[in-house]
């Protein structure tokens, strides 16, 4: 497992978002800099966006608009939070539909 991931799932449908684009970014000097990428696989999981997780404050970036086809509230889900140590897994699931959102660190 990588030092980062996510699952996206579509609570309109009680299925997994196929498909969604992620962006993770970490806090560097007062911007924000990519550091992974990628689009939901067929169970709703991005495993691999970032293989170590150092301490720092990150974010993750939903293209949730394009996901719902453009019928939807939110156009993107921007999640910051803050990697406190420098091991372990930071799993950080989305559960989403075309008008709410909610997430939690997750194992």
Do not use: Q
């Not at 497992?1 to 000097?29: K, N």
């Amino acid at each position: 497992m990588s030092g980062i991931s996510t699952h996206v799932l579509d609570t309109g449908t009680g299925r997994p978002a196929v498909g969604v684009a992620v962006v993770l970014e970490r806090r560097e000097e007062g911007a924000w800099v990519r550091c992974g990428s990628g689009v939901t696989d067929g169970d709703g999981r991005c495993k691999d966006l970032l293989g170590v997780a150092t301490r720092g404050r990150y974010r993750l970036t939903f293209e949730t608009g394009e996901y719902f086809a453009g019928n939807s509230f939110f156009p993107e889900v921007a999640i910051v939070f803050d990697v406190a140590e420098d091991c372990g897994k930071y799993h950080v699931p989305l559960l989403v539909s075309g008008f709410g959102y909610t997430t939690y660190r997750g194992s």
